[in-house]
């Protein structure tokens, strides 16, 4: 039997990268998605190889239009199809500034990455996974990496929450659109996770730690959000689709 694919949005480190190696130890094919040079992120490529996992890298950037076209024609070249996508790719405002100084540049940066690119990126994959055949118990298997933010406000960086509001949304129609094709979708909303995303405003995070904001009291690890992309990409979950799960520390309970 052919060997699945997955390809990882942003797997070159963090949060992506913990996919990327989990999904390949769980016997994928994995495709890295990064802006970077291959070169650049080689050490963590070297580890993905110690552990026997087969994977192909491509430079690209999920904006543009071009390289989104040419992120899948490599994927398909190297291992012949994509069974999982997972979108994680995906950027914070340069700045945190407050709601009523958000600029359109910024807003436009940040929605064509974790917004846009993430929408026409899943538009090709779907279409590609539509002329394979199938393995396993379905068809493909697509996972967006959003956000509490999704649900939870910043004023300091509106447009990230927009952004991650409208990938939800994507979820949804993608599961609606694709739940006839045996195509699930699916959907994870990590919370404060330590990554270089995080890294610049951790003590405001240990803070909050501290305070028992998080009902779970620690930080979030990639690993965390790896784990459970291993579970919605096989085959365990074959009735639902359109859902997504906190992996926030209980952060989403209200609480008195």
Known sequence: MMKKTALVTGASRGIGFAIAKQLGLDGF???????????????????????????????????????????????????????VLVNNAGVAPKERVDLLEMTEESFDRVLSINTKGNMFLTQLVAKQMLRQDVIGKKRGTIINISSCSAEVSSISRGEYCISKAGESMVTTLFADRLAPEGILVHEIRPGVIATDMTSAVSAKYDKLIEDGLFPIARWGYPEDIANAVSVFADDHFLYTTGNYVDIDGGFHIKRL
């Open 29 to 83: 094919n994995v495709v890295i998605v990064a802006t970077g040079e291959q070169e650049k992120n080689q050490k963590n490529l070297d580890i993905l190889t110690e552990e026997g996992i087969t994977w192909k890298y491509v430079k690209g950037d999920i904006s543009s239009h071009d390289d989104r076209i040419r992120i899948v024609e490599e994927a398909v070249a190297a291992f012949g199809r994509i069974d």
